[in-house]
């Protein structure tokens, strides 16, 4: 069941607010070079879903290399318009696929090595139908990390969230540390 539009745009942080989501102090607490590294080599494919106006989306392009691709995937237009005047006559602008996802569906046909789901998880309608999605376009070895806010989504929310990628084929190891958030690696093989 679909959620009340209303209350969908509750639970997904409006453009206006885009602020704080690329602030300078969140680069010091959520370093996405520091997060990223260990999982994220040149020449890799790698999608970032709820992108936003781009924080991780910019050092993951810079990660990947010429040879790599990041699709940065939100469902507002408004947040990709932001990721986009950031790039714009930039070389990063070629290593980036601005793509608008659905609420129900990511819609990318693209096979991918890694994917980033970064505090967008509670807000999808269907996490099971979420994590379907996201193994069919997963590479052999493909990996996802999800990282989760800690006051908007309980332990127990969490090992739900879990429990619903392993019932889908994902398993799950230790993720990174990431501070005040709840973290999971999800592997394909």
Same mark, same amino acid.
């Given at each position: ?11 997904? &942080?409006?453009?206006?607010?885009? @602020? ?22 040149? @020449? ?5 879903? @709820? &992108? ?23 469902? /507002? ?11 714009? @006559?930039?070389?990063?602008? %070629?290593?980036?696929?601005?793509? /608008? &996802? $659905?609420?129900?569906?990511? *819609? ?5 090595? =890694?994917?980033?789901? =970064?505090?967008?998880?509670? %807000?999808?309608?269907?996490?099971? /139908? =979420? =994590? ?17 806010? #800690? ?7 969490? $090992? ?11 398993? #799950? ?15 394909? *093989?």
């Amino acid at each position: 069941m679909m959620p009340d539009r209303n209350d969908r745009n509750t639970r997904v &942080c409006p453009v206006e607010r885009a @602020g704080i989501l690329d602030h300078r102090i969140r680069r010091w607490l959520q370093d996405p070079q520091k997060i990223l590294r260990p999982y994220i080599e040149e @020449g890799m494919t790698v999608l970032d879903i @709820g &992108c936003g106006p781009g924080f991780f989306s910019i050092d993951v392009a810079q990660m990947v290399g010429r040879s790599g691709r990041v699709i940065a995937s939100d469902l /507002q237009e408004g947040m990709l318009q932001k990721l986009r005047d950031k790039i714009q @006559g930039t070389e990063l602008e %070629e290593r980036i696929t601005l793509h /608008q &996802c $659905e609420e129900d569906k990511v *819609g990318v046909s693209v096979n991918v090595d =890694f994917v980033l789901a =970064f505090y967008m998880v509670h %807000e999808v309608p269907n996490p099971k /139908q =979420f =994590f379907k999605e996201i193994k069919s376009i997963l590479k052999p070895n493909g990996q996802v990390l999800i990282v989760e806010p #800690p006051l908007r989504v309980t332990k127990k929310a969490f $090992e739900e969230t879990i429990r619903k990628a392993r019932d889908t084929g994902l398993k #799950p190891v230790e993720g990174p540390k990431v501070l005040l958030s709840k973290t999971v690696i999800l592997k394909k *093989g």
